[in-house]
């Protein structure tokens, strides 16, 4: 698979992941003590850092979306 998420839509889906992880597990809110939220949020957030670390992202595949210039 060729890299298709350029470097503005890696920094956000980064910056999203953390967030999701962090609400999930740290933040203490109410709305994550049942566990669909906080491992929904969790699993939401592992796949936005991955598809940050690896510039990959399946769906833009599907679509033929790409967000980077280089590619």
Known sequence: MTANV???DRI???ALGAVLLYL?????LPLFDGS???YGAAL???VMLAT?????????SI??????REC
Request: charged share 10%; glycine share 12%.
């Open 6 to 8: 350029g470097t503005i």
């Open 12 to 14: 956000l889906r980064a």
């Open 24 to 28: 999930a597990f740290l933040s203490g």
């Open 36 to 38: 669909l939220f906080k």
């Open 44 to 46: 939401i957030g592992v």
């Open 52 to 60: 940050s670390t690896l510039k990959i992202c399946p769906i833009y």
């Open 63 to 68: 679509l033929g979306l790409k967000t980077c």
